[in-house]
C-alpha cells in the first residue's frame, strides 16, 4: 500500500484565490466605478457612453450599491419618471441642463457618404454628496406632456 503526503499547506490556495479577486476587484473598480465625488447621472450617462445600455438599470444599480446603498427608492424613482432602463433615463427623465450646455456644433464632416455632426462634450460632473443619488447641476428633469 502506497501513502501521499500533502505536502501543499492547505489554506495557500485559498490566499491565492483571495488575492486575484482583490485584484478583479479593484481594477473593476477604476473601470466601471463612480469617480470622485461623481453624480449618479453623470456615472450612468459615461458608462452607456461607454459600454451601452442592456435595457436594464445595471448602471444605476450598480452606484447605488457602490455609493448609495440607503437609496432604496431609485429605481421605483427614475421608472416614475420614465428611466426603464439606463439609457431611457436620458431620453424620458433627465436632459442636459440649458444653463450649462448648448448643444452648438462643433463640426460637420462627411464619414462614407453620411453627414456627420460632432457636438461640443458635455461639462465636467459638479459632483454631489456622498450617499446622494441626486443629480448635480448639469442635469434638469425633462419636461413631460404633449406639445
Known amino acids: 500500500m502506497t501513502m501521499t503526503i500533502n505536502?501543499?499547506?492547505p489554506d495557500s490556495a485559498d490566499t491565492v484565490v483571495r488575492v486575484a479577486e482583490e485584484i478583479l476587484s479593484t481594477a473593476s473598480m477604476a473601470?466601471?466605478?463612480?469617480?470622485?465625488?461623481?453624480c449618479l447621472l453623470c456615472y450612468v450617462q459615461r458608462m452607456v457612453a461607454?459600454?451601452?445600455?442592456?435595457?436594464t438599470l445595471r448602471f444605476a444599480q450598480h452606484f447605488r450599491a457602490v455609493r448609495a446603498p440607503r437609496a432604496t427608492a431609485l429605481e421605483r424613482r427614475l421608472i416614475s419618471k420614465g428611466g426603464f432602463c439606463d439609457c431611457e433615463?436620458?431620453?424620458?427623465?433627465?436632459?442636459?441642463s440649458p444653463e450649462v450646455w448648448?448643444?452648438?456644433?462643433?463640426?460637420?464632416?462627411?464619414?462614407?457618404?453620411v453627414q456627420m455632426l460632432e457636438q461640443a462634450p458635455l461639462p465636467?460632473?459638479?459632483?454631489?454628496?456622498?450617499?446622494?443619488?441626486?443629480?448635480?447641476?448639469?442635469?434638469?428633469?425633462?419636461?413631460?406632456?404633449?406639445?
Open 7 to 9: 505536502t501543499r499547506r
Open 31 to 38: 473601470v466601471l466605478g463612480p469617480s470622485g465625488r461623481e
Open 50 to 55: 461607454t459600454h451601452g445600455c442592456d435595457t
Open 89 to 96: 433615463i436620458f431620453l424620458n427623465a433627465y436632459d442636459v
Open 102 to 113: 448648448s448643444p452648438e456644433i462643433v463640426r460637420t464632416y462627411d464619414c462614407c457618404g
Open 124 to 147: 465636467s460632473c459638479y459632483g454631489v454628496r456622498t450617499g446622494s443619488t441626486q443629480p448635480c447641476p448639469v442635469w434638469a428633469p425633462r419636461l413631460r406632456g404633449w406639445w
